[in-house]
């Protein structure tokens, strides 16, 4: 299989709801993991929106509304957030601070199921590292998408209700 054509498959595969590894589609096209990667990025620089997340690659998705939450909680309460925004159709596309010395700090999250939002926690409490959220003393955002406007309503009106939600 050549690059170009390779590469319109993986595209093909990122068009999935599902995130995909380096490593599934490595294996898939029987090439190394570092070529995937290199595909991805001249796939990128050609103006196509892959995205990495903690669960592998995907296409984001345009036709979704998006919204921005400002919210505060501690750790105890991540899985809580995590659940209302989940629970009520949205996706947390991503997390995101903005550190007084080092501007804004961001990471993909591509949560969009309640075991996305288990799995999160449970990488975050075993020690391994600290979530994001810490090193603005739990002030952090999240874009958020849904099939709607009226979704994120429903979303933002439920984290206000929590305390999570801060007014930007």
Do not use: W
């Amino acid at each position: 299989m050549k690059a170009e054509e390779r590469r319109r498959e993986i595209l093909s595969r990122l068009g999935n709801t599902e995130p995909v590894t380096a490593g599934a589609l490595s294996e898939k096209f029987g090439v190394s993991r570092q070529v995937i990667v290199q595909d991805i990025a001249i796939l990128r620089a050609r103006g196509y929106a892959v995205i990495s997340t903690s669960r592998g690659y995907m296409i984001k998705s345009r036709s979704r509304a998006e919204r921005v939450f400002k919210c505060r909680h501690s750790l105890d309460q991540l899985t809580d957030e995590g659940e209302i925004i989940v629970s009520l159709g949205g996706r947390v596309e991503d997390i995101f601070v903005n550190h007084r010395v080092y501007g804004r700090i961001c990471a993909s999250l591509g949560l969009s199921t309640m075991t996305d939002v288990e799995e999160l926690h449970r990488s975050l409490v075993s020690g391994a590292s600290k979530p994001l959220m810490s090193v603005t003393d739990g002030y952090h955002y999240h874009t958020v998408s849904a099939d709607s406007e009226e979704i994120l309503d429903c979303i933002g009106e439920k984290l206000r209700e929590r305390g999570y939600l801060l007014e930007i």
